[in-house]
């Protein structure tokens, strides 16, 4: 069964500092990755995603993330991070079901940024 | 951008009431899932659906719960008898079938159950 990890429930950075949230996730083939951003009862908004190919992916909002297989992590940087990126962050790991099907979307807990001026 | 819409944004109802929660997939999707998230927590799985049944269900969606499709255009999620814990903010999403481009999330009903 697919997993996912977000070690981190609330991280906080000053505005302007560099960001890393950190996911790490359980499948046993290649997986499809995500991260999402939420902002208090609003929608999942999608940052960027994995399926294959370069492991540096770019997202919006000027956020990247690495895959790496070797430790089973996707993990999503900016590099100055804006008062407005404070939001919900969910990692979600996502895999072919079979045949010509798409299975289940599996979301970690969520990681809850905060940005001081 | 096509988007997924789902209605009403909002729904108030009480304890052992019916429920349909309505959603809007893209127009030529063909794979449909809801996912559900209680305040505070993580976004879980409920069910998806695919050539007019369900291809998966995990082990919130039970008896109470059930999804159609109606008219081609709908794609809807009915609990029958609503407890208090089925509060909720209910996300449906959609993908078109064939070359994978990731999933496309509508932006949510919140159901309060009272």
């Known amino acids: 069964a697919q997993s996912v990890t977000q070690p981190d429930i609330h991280i906080t950075v000053s505005e302007g500092a560099s960001l890393e949230l950190r996911c790490n996730y359980s499948y046993g083939a290649t997986p499809y990755l995500f991260w999402y951003v939420q902002s208090p009862g609003q929608g999942l908004q999608l940052l960027l995603k994995y399926f294959s190919g370069d492991t540096l992916v770019q997202g919006i909002k000027g956020f990247e993330a690495e895959f790496k297989r070797s430790q089973s992590s996707f993990n999503l940087r900016k590099p100055s991070v804006h008062w407005s990126d404070a939001a919900e962050y969910f990692c979600a790991v996502g895999a072919r079901a079979g045949g010509t099907s798409y299975g289940k979307l599996t979301f970690g807990q969520g990681t809850i940024l905060t940005v001081h001026p | 951008e096509p988007e997924v819409t789902q209605t009403p944004s909002h729904q108030v109802t009480q304890m052992g009431q019916e429920v349909i929660l309505r959603c809007v997939p893209i127009?030529?999707?063909?794979?449909f899932y809801w996912y559900r998230q209680i305040l505070g927590q993580k976004v879980e799985f409920l069910v998806s659906f695919y050539n007019n049944e369900i291809s998966e269900k995990s082990e919130i969606f039970d008896d109470q719960f059930s999804v159609e499709r109606p008219d081609g255009s709908n794609f809807t999620l009915k609990i029958r008898s609503t407890k208090l814990e089925d509060s909720a903010m209910y996300f449906c999403a959609s993908i078109p079938g064939g070359t994978f481009y990731g999933y496309t999330f509508g932006s949510g009903t919140r159901l309060t159950v009272v």
């Open positions: 127009s030529n999707h063909l794979y």
